[in-house]
C-alpha cells in the first residue's frame, strides 16, 4: 500500500494546500494531511480542520475520497511524521512525505528512510511544485486581516457553495476581532459615543443591582436596554440552524437516491434568551426523503415542507435526482429558512416568546390568513431574513420571491397584505435587516449624519468650523485647497503655476529636481511635499526591487 503523508500548519488551509493533496493522491492509495497544533494569528486546529473537510466534501474529483484528514497527534510536525513512520504506518508500505517547495531544503526529514527500515517501510520524500500560484499561509492570513474577501475568495477552491465560502470567511475574520470588550466598542465609536457607552453601562449597572422593598429587582428602563434586545433577537438559534441544517444536508447527501425515514431523539436543544444551559429545551428530529418525478414535482428541483410541535420538528424533501448537484446552492438556503421556521415555534411552545401556536392547521384557513396568524408571522420573516442572508439579498427580495411562488395561490391584494405585516413586523423587531437597496456607501456623508445625531452637534457655524463639520463650499478648480468634506481630489484640479516636475529614475533626477528654480520659489509647505514624493517613489522601487521584481 502507498500512503502519502502531507504535513503542514495549515493556517488557514488553502488552494494549493488542497492541490497539493490531491496532486499526491495520482500516485498514492491514500493521502493523510496531519494539521499542526500550533495556533497561529488566531487561527487553531479545530476551525483549521473544518475548513479541510468543506474542501473535501463539496469537490466532485473522485481523488477527493483518497484524503483522510486529522490534527497532529504531537505538538511538533516533524516529530509527529517519525512517529507515523515509526509506529502506526503499516508494515511493509510505502510511505510518500509530500514536501512543498519552501521545505525542500529542511534537513529534519531526511533520517525518515533509516527509521522507516525496521519495519521493512519504504519512506519517499516528493517536492510538490507550486500549486495556486504558489500562495502561502502567511499571505492568506494577511489578506484576512486586510478584510480583503474577494482576494481570498481566489484563493480557496471555486466549486464551493457560496453560503460556505462566506462562512469560512466569516469564521476567519472572527479570528482577526479584538478579545476585550473595551478593544472592541474603543475600534466602533467615536470618542463621545464612547463616554455615552459607558455612562449607560454604569446606569445599567446600577439598575441590575437595585431590588425594592419587596426584594425584587427593579425594571431596567428600556432606554438602556434598547440596543440589546435587537442583538438577542437577531442572533438566537443562528448557531443551532447552522449545525442541524448541515446534519440534514450530509444526511441527504449520503441517502440521495433513496427514501429515506428516520428520527434521531434530542438532536438538539433551544435556548432562551438567559442562555441557560439548565434551562434548554431538546427535541427531536424527523427527516423524510423521496426522490420524486418532474410529473409531480414539475419544473422545481425539489419542494420542501416542514412542521413543528413542542419537541419535535419535521423536515420532509420531495426532489427530482436529475436536479442534483445543480440545485445544491438552492437547497441549502431552503433547508435553513424551513428549519429557522420550525426552530421559531419550538421556542414559542417552549418560551412563551410573544405568541403561542394554537394549533391551527394551514389546510383548514385561506393561505393569505395563515400566513398572518400572530405566531406565523415572525416564523415566516425570521425564516426567510436567514434566507436573505444566505442568498446576499435584501429581506424584502426574500419576502417577494416567497409569495411570488404562491401567486396562484394568492390574489395581488392579499399579497400586497401579507407583505405589509410582514415588512411592519421586521421593522420593529429586526432592525439591522436590509430592505431595501441601499445607495453606496459615503463616508464624508455618514460622518456628518453622525454628529448631527451626536451629543456635540451645534448649529453655531463658527463652532461647528472649529469642530471639523463645517459644511463650506468647494474653492474654484485651481486654488489646490479642499475643505472637509469635500468629494474632490486635491492633486487632480491643482493650480499648474503651482507645480513642479518630478523625475526619480536616478540619483542625478532627484538632485535635478531640487536644484529647479521652480522648486526653489516654492513655499516650504509645498517643498515638504515634494520631497515626501520622491523620497516614497524611491522607497517603493527599492523594496519591489529587493523582492525580486526586476521592472
Not at 446606569?203 to 438577542?232: A, E, F, I
Not at 443562528?238 to 441527504?252: K, N, P, Q, W
Not at 417552549?350 to 389546510?363: L, Q, S, Y
Request: a neutral charge.
Amino acid at each position: 500500500m502507498k500512503i502519502a503523508l502531507l504535513p503542514g500548519g495549515f493556517k488557514p488551509p488553502h488552494l494549493g494546500h488542497y492541490n497539493m493533496a490531491k496532486y499526491l493522491a495520482d500516485f498514492a492509495d491514500k493521502v493523510i494531511i496531519r494539521i499542526g497544533q500550533k495556533e497561529r494569528e488566531g487561527i487553531g486546529k479545530e476551525l483549521a480542520l473544518e475548513i479541510w473537510n468543506y474542501y473535501k466534501e463539496f469537490d466532485p474529483d473522485s481523488r477527493s475520497s483518497k484524503l483522510i484528514i486529522s490534527v497532529a497527534q504531537s505538538p511538533s510536525p516533524v516529530r509527529d511524521v517519525y512517529d507515523f513512520v515509526e509506529q502506526t504506518a503499516p508494515e511493509g508500505s510505502t510511505v510518500i512525505l509530500g514536501l512543498g517547495e519552501k521545505d525542500a531544503s529542511d534537513g529534519r526529514y531526511n533520517s525518515i528512510p533509516k527509521f522507516a527500515e525496521p519495519r521493512n517501510i519504504k519512506a519517499e520524500i516528493e517536492l510538490v511544485p507550486p500549486q495556486a500560484g504558489g500562495i502561502s499561509g502567511t499571505r492568506m492570513r494577511e489578506i484576512i486581516k486586510s478584510n480583503n474577501k474577494e482576494e481570498f475568495f481566489k484563493f480557496i477552491p471555486d466549486y464551493l457553495p457560496e453560503e460556505i465560502k462566506e462562512e469560512i470567511w466569516t469564521k476567519l475574520l472572527d479570528t482577526t476581532m479584538p478579545q476585550d470588550v473595551e478593544e472592541m466598542m474603543g475600534g466602533t465609536m467615536n470618542k463621545q459615543e464612547m463616554d455615552k457607552h459607558n455612562a449607560n453601562m454604569k446606569k445599567l449597572s446600577k439598575h441590575l443591582s437595585k431590588v425594592n422593598s419587596q426584594g425584587n429587582m427593579v425594571p431596567v428602563p428600556t432606554k438602556l436596554t434598547k440596543g440589546l434586545r435587537r442583538k438577542l433577537y437577531e442572533g438566537r438559534y443562528d448557531a443551532e440552524t447552522l449545525l442541524i441544517s448541515r446534519f440534514i444536508i450530509d444526511m441527504f447527501k449520503d441517502e440521495f437516491g433513496k427514501d429515506y425515514e428516520d428520527t434521531f431523539e434530542e438532536i438538539g436543544k433551544l435556548r432562551g434568551s438567559d442562555k441557560e444551559e439548565k434551562n434548554a429545551v431538546p427535541y427531536d428530529l424527523e427527516l423524510y426523503f423521496y426522490p420524486t418525478d418532474s410529473d409531480t414535482l414539475g419544473p422545481n428541483a425539489f419542494v420542501i415542507n416542514g412542521q413543528a410541535d413542542e419537541d419535535t420538528v419535521v423536515i420532509q424533501i420531495n426532489y427530482n435526482p436529475e436536479g442534483f448537484p445543480a440545485a445544491y446552492n438552492n437547497l441549502i438556503a431552503e433547508v435553513k429558512d424551513t428549519l429557522r421556521h420550525e426552530l421559531e415555534h419550538v421556542g414559542q411552545y417552549a418560551f412563551g416568546k410573544e405568541v403561542e401556536p394554537d394549533g391551527t392547521d394551514p389546510k383548514d384557513v385561506p393561505l393569505s390568513k395563515y400566513l398572518t396568524l400572530d405566531f406565523e408571522i415572525p416564523a415566516f420573516v425570521q425564516g426567510l431574513y436567514k434566507t436573505a442572508k444566505t442568498k446576499k439579498i435584501t429581506l424584502t427580495q426574500a419576502i417577494d420571491d416567497f409569495l411570488e411562488e404562491r401567486e396562484a395561490e394568492l390574489t395581488p391584494k392579499e399579497a400586497a397584505k401579507v407583505k405589509q405585516i410582514w415588512i411592519n413586523w421586521a421593522k420593529e423587531n429586526l432592525p439591522a435587516a436590509q430592505l431595501e437597496n441601499y445607495p453606496p456607501y459615503k463616508a464624508n456623508q455618514v460622518q456628518q449624519t453622525r454628529y448631527k445625531a451626536s451629543d456635540v452637534f451645534t448649529r453655531d457655524p463658527k463652532k461647528s468650523k472649529k469642530l471639523g463639520y463645517a459644511e463650506g463650499k468647494d474653492p474654484k478648480v485651481g486654488t489646490g485647497k479642499k475643505p472637509k468634506g469635500s468629494g474632490r481630489r486635491l492633486y487632480t484640479d491643482e493650480d499648474p503655476s503651482d507645480t513642479v516636475k518630478v523625475k526619480f529614475s536616478t540619483r542625478q533626477d532627484i538632485v535635478d529636481t531640487l536644484n529647479k528654480s521652480s522648486f526653489k520659489s516654492k513655499s516650504h509647505a509645498r517643498q515638504s511635499q515634494v520631497i515626501n514624493l520622491n523620497y516614497y517613489s524611491v522607497f517603493i522601487c527599492l523594496a519591489i526591487y529587493n523582492k525580486g521584481i526586476r521592472t
